[in-house]
């Protein structure tokens, strides 16, 4: 920390230094025409001899990364959004007074730049300065070249460092914001219309999740932050919109891990006239669509030392199938409550008094099965019990037309075909209500509004969500969902 302040003293005295000899540390108004991407693409195969005999003036802005002095010249590397260049700074090119600014510069510093391109000894494409002006300070250094950012934690709270000096972590974000793209225009092509829907709502659903309470003074009345766009997506169906999706944050009270983050961004569309067996094909095209944007065509992705196959079709499971075949757990000990309670709490699950033979078994689904999911796999049929808002199966009322899809070990999209008998959801919903009168925290509220919308006739649909989030971890290899978005959420810095 001494070391620290030392250096910032430094600096801060070189700052008052530069202002008080008249040079600006914070100008504008200085447009940058170029990019050092383009000069990349373009002049990379330049040869020294070609550069020369038709050289071109580039006016390029960036972050000092590097300074190198030389007596009357100096080297430094710059950093902008696209890439970083080698400048070549002589004092007989730029004249005495910039020549006695640059030599005042720091790493950290952003600069503006124009000059022409020519190749060192070294061949390295470079920009020969012949005007320089600073356009920011830097007063905090950045970490050290060679040893960079490494602490996690200050990785996820310093992200604007991060990714200055951390061109992996620029990139995995620059593959999110192609995916997200992707995404859009993915369903967009297929007539989905993006709509936006209230990110705070008087009753929380669409999900088993405790939600954030907040507080509205002028209405005065109690507000939730939305843990799914799922009840009023559907609303939209029932008010003629046939396809539509949402691409947004949802908000859950819950712990934070590597797979969870209490704000996190979800995908939500909904299709009439669909069922979920019909999603389940347009997952498997959506995950194509992906590869050829960021994975370069290739269905075979690598995560975690993982080779992760996406060339459909997908394997495909019944629940209960899944816990016998990959899970190992005797068929004749899931057909009863007392025998599943038996091989869960076998398996170190707490169970509750107010969880029924479903819930059982979708809990020891997590850790019997979904582990072992590391190929792409569809799981369907889900109880009734944890599926208040999915149609029930013709063939058998006690699951549902419901799949979630795993890979990697962990769930990426869950999806159904949807109840839109106003009677049963109201069952439905009355059954969760007297989960939470026993205790389960988690459980949905009562949507009288929503059985209303229902009562005017949804048309049978199917919808699905799926987590950005967890797509981007898969498609960057990162172990972390902190890796994937921008400002996670962390506990409060410790103050020194």
Known sequence: MEDLNIVMRERLQKAEELEGSGVPLYPNGYPVPHHIKDLLDGYADKSAEELEASPETFTVAGRILSLRSFGKSIFMHVLDAGGRVQLYVQQN?????????????????????????????????????????????????LPEKYHGLKDVEIRYRQRYVDLIVNEPVREAF????TIVQTVRRFLS?????????????????????????????????????????ELYLKRLLVGGFERV????????????????????????????????????????????????????????????????????????????????????????????????????????????????????????????????????????????????LSRRSESDPAVTDRFELFIAGREMANAFSELNDPRDQRERFLLQLQARQEGDEEAHFMDEDYIRALEYGMPPAAGEGIGIDRVVMLFTDSPSIRDVILFPHLRPEKKI
């Open 93 to 141: 090119q730029v004249g005495k007074e910039t020549y006695a600014l640059t030599k005042k510069l720091d790493i950290g510093d952003l600069v503006r730049v124009t000059g022409t391109l020519f190749r060192t000894r070294t061949n390295e494409l470079t920009l020969l300065v012949r005007e320089l002006r600073l356009l920011t300070k830097n007063l905090r250094p």
């Open 174 to 177: 620059r593959k999110r914001a």
């Open 189 to 229: 092509e297929r007539d989905f219309l993006e709509v936006e829907t209230p990110m705070m709502q008087a009753v929380p659903g669409g999900a088993t999740a405790k939600p954030f309470k907040t507080f509205h003074n002028a209405l005065n009345m109690e507000l939730f932050l939305r843990i799914a766009p």
């Open 245 to 388: 999706f949402e691409l947004n944050r949802n908000f859950r009270n819950e712990g934070v891990s590597t797979q969870h983050n209490p704000e996190f961004t979800m995908l939500e569309f909904y299709q009439a006239y669909a069922t979920y067996e019909d999603l389940m094909q347009l997952t498997e095209e959506l995950f194509g669509v992906l590869c050829d944007a960021v994975n370069g065509g290739s269905r075979l992705v690598t995560y975690q030392d993982m080779t992760i196959d996406l060339k459909p079709p997908w394997r495909r499971y019944r629940l209960l199938d899944s816990l016998v075949e990959v899970g190992e757990v005797p068929r004749e000990a899931l057909e009863h409550p007392e025998h599943t309670a038996a091989v869960a709490r076998s398996m170190g699950i707490e169970t509750k008094r107010f969880e029924g033979h479903g819930k059982l078994l979708t809990k020891i689904f997590d850790v019997a099965v979904e582990p072992k999911l590391i190929q792409p796999t569809f799981i369907s049929h889900y109880p009734l019990e944890v599926s208040p």
